[in-house]
């Protein structure tokens, strides 16, 4: 089965760093994902790593340990807008998609 | 920018009714993905269908169809939609089976009461 576990909120103040994990359980692997979602929207990609290792972009980086099944995602800088839901995702074998329920960020001034 | 629409943003339907939910995307891409999203339930899929007239059941196809007759549309039909069915709908596509990125629809909010 697919099993993947983020922590439900976290709260953090504007211009801060946070970081938020993610751990995983799949049969397959075919990379891990991270999508942003604001209340009432769709939501829109971030990142994605198939290697172990840091992907940087902007003011997000997220990490990939595939021996550990764990990922993280960083923000930096954060700013209101960043207040969002974050969805950890991972792909098997065969093009599947399995998300966590997600991370809801609250960024206070 | 890549575009997938969905017929409504809000719809309200009576149990035993049969629903269509249909996806549209103008990017030619080849796959197509059903969601639905719940509190505290994240995104669960539905079917997906990575070329016209093919589809792959995903974790929850109970209770669910789909047809894929062209390439840019995607349709969910409920047969007889029940209360349990109340949820947020997502669609979304991705160019093909080596993409990483989903594109999301904004998604459909059906009510079964």
């Known amino acids: 089965g697919q099993n993947i576990d983020q922590p439900t909120e976290m709260t953090a103040t504007e211009g801060a760093i946070v970081q938020i994990n993610c751990t995983y359980q799949?049969?397959?692997?075919?990379?891990l994902f991270w999508y942003q979602q604001h209340a009432g929207e769709a939501p829109t990609f971030l990142s994605y790593n198939v290697l172990d290792g840091l992907e940087e972009k902007g003011r997000f980086s997220s990490f990939l340990s595939r021996s550990k099944g764990y990922s993280y995602l960083l923000l930096k800088e954060l700013q209101m807008k960043d207040s969002a839901s974050y969805l950890c995702?991972?792909?098997?074998?065969?093009?599947?998609?399995?998300f966590g329920s997600g991370t809801k960020l609250n960024v206070k001034p | 920018d890549v575009k997938v629409t969905q017929s409504s943003r809000y719809l309200v339907k009576r149990t035993g009714e049969k629903v269509f939910l249909e996806c549209v995307q103008d990017?030619?891409?080849?796959?197509m993905f059903w969601y639905r999203q719940d509190p505290g339930l994240g995104l669960r899929l539905i079917y997906f269908?990575?070329?016209?007239?093919?589809?792959e059941k995903g974790d929850i196809p109970e209770g669910y169809s789909v047809s894929r007759e062209k390439k840019e549309r995607f349709s969910l039909i409920l047969e007889s939609a029940s209360t349990n069915q109340t949820s947020m709908y997502l669609c979304a596509s991705s160019p093909d089976v080596t993409s990483y990125e989903q594109y999301f629809g904004p998604g459909t909010r059906l009510t079964v009461t």
């Open positions: 269908s990575y070329d016209v007239k093919m589809k």
């Open positions: 799949t049969s397959g692997f075919n990379g």
């Open positions: 990017m030619d891409h080849e796959n």
């Open positions: 995702a991972v792909s098997d074998n065969f093009n599947k998609f399995y």
